[in-house]
């Protein structure tokens, strides 16, 4: 997130990967049909043609950058990758890329993106397994990441995993540079360490280890 509507966004992607799918996110205030969203991603002009839909005055969306990402991605020396990133619209909040690849030297994973916004009163969603789950197996892991747009200065949300309460401080605007509208956005990235269990507002950092709410045998993960 930032003011100035430009910057630096970066993925984490071990050499040897071939790039799957890559998706550029964004999160708007006062602008319920996206018009003028949109900006540059590695000098490339970004779509967000897809509406993840709208609440009062907020809506996130999703543009399908994986054309510009995985030119710039598959074949390379891997580690950190850095693209400059602009936003063409004052209301938007923030950006969150998210990447998905493939590489012969790592285990089976699911990934599973969920997108869109969680309503106001509470509710609930799954992920499913074919086979049960195991979490003392060797190189298991499990994890989850939120991303939060428009938040700050106390706005929080409540989340369990598989029935135990995980926090009840997810939120606040830890990925823009400034409290103020254009900045308020809040995303579980690789450089954020897990969250503690039940975090303090300002310690949570939407990044969570499901390892111990998993059961051995275990075919879903409910949040």
């Known amino acids: 997130g930032s003011t100035s509507e430009s910057g630096v966004i970066s993925a984490n992607v071990p050499a040897g990967s071939t790039v799957i799918a890559a998706y550029l996110y964004t999160s708007t205030f006062f602008n319920d049909s996206l018009a003028g969203v949109g900006g540059t991603l590695a000098g490339n002009a970004v779509n967000y043609a897809t509406s993840l839909g709208s609440t009062n005055f907020l809506t996130a969306a999703r543009a399908d950058v994986t054309s510009i990402i995985k030119p710039l991605v598959d074949g390379g020396v891997g580690g950190v990758y850095n693209f400059n990133i602009t936003e063409a619209s004052s209301s938007q909040d923030g950006s969150a890329l998210v ?29 499913n397994f074919a086979s049960p789950l195991d979490p003392t197996a060797p190189g298991f892991k499990a994890e989850m990441r939120l991303g939060i747009g428009f938040s700050c200065c106390g706005q929080r949300s409540s989340v369990s995993v598989n029935g135990t309460l995980i926090t009840e401080d997810a939120g606040n605007n830890d990925d823009g540079d400034a409290v103020a509208n254009g900045s308020l956005i809040t995303v579980g990235g690789d450089d954020d360490p897990f969250s503690t269990l039940l ?10 280890n499901l390892v111990p709410y998993i059961t051995n045998g275990d075919t879903s993960i409910k949040v």
């Open 99 to 127: 990447l998905v690849y493939s590489n012969p030297a790592l285990g089976i994973s699911t990934v599973g993106i969920l997108d869109g916004f969680s309503a106001q009163d509470g509710d609930d969603t799954s992920i």
């Open 199 to 208: 975090p303090a507002y300002g310690d949570d950092h939407e990044r969570y």
